[in-house]
C-alpha cells in the first residue's frame, strides 16, 4: 500500500511538473516590451521548420511546444505564406493564430491619375510588392488582359487610380487584377450611359486617358472632353501632345516640330485621324465620368494659361488669340 501511495504520489508530482514545463513552454518567449520583427513563411514550409525558425527568432520558447499546440487546434496543415509581424511578447497561440489567418503585412502604395503601366511597375517595385519587370509582362500579356473580360492588348488604361495595401510575395497576376478590379467597380455605374452615346469601354478609356494628361484641374475634364468629342463629330483632329508624346520612345522632354510631322508615330493625333490605338495612361474616376457626360459646348481648342488651367475657344480666331497671349509672350516672341 505504501509503494502504491508512493508511486502515485510520484506520478502526480511529475504530471504537475510536466503541466508547469508545458505551461512555461507555451508562455510569451519575451516581456511586454519585445519589439515586433517580420517573420517571414515561405510558400509550402512545413510545420516543424517554422516552429523551429520561431524558436530561433527567439519569438517561442519551444519549437516542440509549438507544433504540439499547432496540430492540438488543427493548424498545422493551415499556416500560411508571407510576412508576418510578430513579437516575443505574443504568445505561441496568438502567433499561432496570425500565421494561419494569413494576417500578413502589407505594404501601402499610391497611384495617382494619369500615371503610365510603367510607371506604375515601379512604383510597385519601389514598395517591394512587385517586381517591375515581371508586372509589365503580365501587363502585356494579351491573353491574361483577355481573361479579365478587356479589350485591347496590354492593361494599359485599366491599372486604376489609387491608394493601394498589398502583402509582399503576391504574383504579380493577383495585382494586376486588384487594379482592374478597382477600373471595373468605377466603370461599372458608367457603363449604360457609354453605350447610350455609343462609346465602349475601351474607346471611354482611351479618350479618358486623354483628358487624364491634359488637365490636373477636376472642374476642366468634362470642358477638355467636350472639346475632343466636338472635334471628332467634325472630322478633325485631336491634336493633343500627351498623346504624340506617349507614342515617342525614350521621350526627352522636348516636343520638337519633327515630333508633331511624324507620319511613323500612330499616336501623333496632329496626323492620325480619330483616336489613338490605345490609352495613354491609366484614368480616374472623373475623367472617365467626363467623357461619359461631357460639358455641352461649342469649344474646338484649348490652350494653356500656364497656370495648370486653360482658356477654351470656339473658333481658330479666338484660338490664335489665346495662343499669343498665354504662349507666345510667354516665350518672349513679339
Same mark, same amino acid.
Given at each position: 500500500? !505504501? #509503494?502504491?501511495?508512493? %508511486? @502515485? &504520489?510520484? *506520478?502526480?508530482?511529475?504530471?504537475?511538473?510536466?503541466?508547469? +514545463?508545458?505551461?512555461? =513552454?507555451?508562455?510569451?518567449?519575451?516581456?511586454?516590451?519585445?519589439?515586433?520583427?517580420?517573420?517571414?513563411?515561405?510558400?509550402?514550409?512545413?510545420?516543424?521548420?517554422?516552429?523551429?525558425?520561431?524558436?530561433?527568432?527567439?519569438?517561442?520558447?519551444?519549437?516542440?511546444?509549438?507544433?504540439?499546440?499547432?496540430?492540438?487546434?488543427?493548424?498545422?496543415?493551415?499556416?500560411?505564406?508571407?510576412?508576418?509581424?510578430?513579437?516575443?511578447?505574443?504568445?505561441?497561440?496568438?502567433?499561432?493564430?496570425?500565421?494561419?489567418?494569413?494576417?500578413?503585412?502589407?505594404?501601402?502604395?499610391?497611384?495617382?491619375?494619369?500615371?503610365?503601366?510603367?510607371?506604375?511597375?515601379? !512604383? #510597385?517595385?519601389?514598395? %517591394? @510588392? &512587385?517586381? *517591375?519587370?515581371?508586372?509589365?509582362?503580365?501587363?502585356?500579356? +494579351?491573353?491574361?488582359? =483577355?481573361?479579365?473580360?478587356?479589350?485591347?492588348?496590354?492593361?494599359?488604361?485599366?491599372?486604376?487610380?489609387?491608394?493601394?495595401?498589398?502583402?509582399?510575395?503576391?504574383?504579380?497576376?493577383?495585382?494586376?487584377?486588384?487594379?482592374?478590379?478597382?477600373?471595373?467597380?468605377?466603370?461599372?455605374?458608367?457603363?449604360?450611359?457609354?453605350?447610350?452615346?455609343?462609346?465602349?469601354?475601351?474607346?471611354?478609356?482611351?479618350?479618358?486617358?486623354?483628358?487624364?494628361?491634359?488637365?490636373?484641374?477636376?472642374?476642366?475634364?468634362?470642358?477638355?472632353?467636350?472639346?475632343?468629342?466636338?472635334?471628332?463629330?467634325?472630322?478633325?483632329?485631336?491634336?493633343?501632345?500627351?498623346?504624340?508624346?506617349?507614342?515617342?520612345?525614350?521621350?526627352?522632354?522636348?516636343?520638337?516640330?519633327?515630333?508633331?510631322?511624324?507620319?511613323?508615330?500612330?499616336?501623333?493625333?496632329?496626323?492620325?485621324?480619330?483616336?489613338?490605338?490605345?490609352?495613354?495612361?491609366?484614368?480616374?474616376?472623373?475623367?472617365?465620368?467626363?467623357?461619359?457626360?461631357?460639358?455641352?459646348?461649342?469649344?474646338?481648342?484649348?490652350?494653356?494659361?500656364?497656370?495648370?488651367?486653360?482658356?477654351?475657344?470656339?473658333?481658330?480666331?479666338?484660338?490664335?488669340?489665346?495662343?499669343?497671349?498665354?504662349?507666345?509672350?510667354?516665350?518672349?516672341?513679339?
Amino acid at each position: 500500500m !505504501r #509503494l502504491l501511495r508512493a %508511486g @502515485v &504520489a510520484t *506520478a502526480l508530482v511529475a504530471g504537475a511538473a510536466g503541466a508547469l +514545463a508545458t505551461q512555461r =513552454a507555451l508562455a510569451p518567449a519575451g516581456g511586454d516590451g519585445a519589439a515586433e520583427v517580420v517573420f517571414r513563411v515561405e510558400p509550402g514550409e512545413p510545420l516543424g521548420r517554422i516552429a523551429c525558425d520561431l524558436e530561433e527568432r527567439g519569438l517561442v520558447r519551444s519549437a516542440r511546444a509549438t507544433r504540439w499546440l499547432a496540430r492540438l487546434r488543427g493548424l498545422s496543415g493551415g499556416l500560411q505564406s508571407g510576412e508576418y509581424a510578430l513579437s516575443a511578447a505574443m504568445s505561441p497561440g496568438r502567433i499561432l493564430e496570425r500565421i494561419a489567418r494569413g494576417d500578413v503585412i502589407t505594404y501601402g502604395v499610391v497611384l495617382p491619375e494619369g500615371l503610365r503601366a510603367r510607371e506604375i511597375a515601379a !512604383r #510597385l517595385e519601389g514598395v %517591394g @510588392v &512587385a517586381d *517591375a519587370e515581371a508586372f509589365m509582362r503580365v501587363v502585356e500579356d +494579351a491573353d491574361f488582359v =483577355a481573361s479579365l473580360g478587356l479589350e485591347g492588348q496590354s492593361l494599359e488604361g485599366y491599372l486604376f487610380p489609387e491608394t493601394y495595401r498589398f502583402p509582399r510575395g503576391l504574383p504579380p497576376q493577383e495585382v494586376a487584377r486588384g487594379l482592374v478590379a478597382e477600373f471595373l467597380e468605377a466603370w461599372r455605374p458608367l457603363a449604360a450611359k457609354a453605350r447610350e452615346g455609343g462609346l465602349g469601354m475601351r474607346e471611354a478609356v482611351i479618350l479618358a486617358s486623354i483628358v487624364e494628361k491634359e488637365t490636373g484641374v477636376a472642374e476642366e475634364r468634362p470642358l477638355i472632353a467636350s472639346v475632343f468629342w466636338n472635334r471628332l463629330a467634325r472630322g478633325m483632329r485631336l491634336e493633343s501632345d500627351p498623346t504624340t508624346i506617349y507614342g515617342i520612345p525614350d521621350f526627352d522632354g522636348n516636343l520638337r516640330r519633327a515630333h508633331l510631322e511624324s507620319e511613323d508615330n500612330p499616336y501623333n493625333t496632329y496626323r492620325v485621324a480619330g483616336l489613338p490605338p490605345g490609352p495613354i495612361a491609366s484614368p480616374g474616376a472623373e475623367a472617365l465620368h467626363a467623357v461619359v457626360e461631357p460639358a455641352d459646348t461649342k469649344f474646338l481648342y484649348f490652350v494653356s494659361r500656364n497656370d495648370g488651367t486653360h482658356t477654351f475657344s470656339r473658333t481658330y480666331r479666338e484660338h490664335l488669340g489665346a495662343v499669343d497671349r498665354y504662349q507666345r509672350r510667354r516665350n518672349g516672341a513679339p
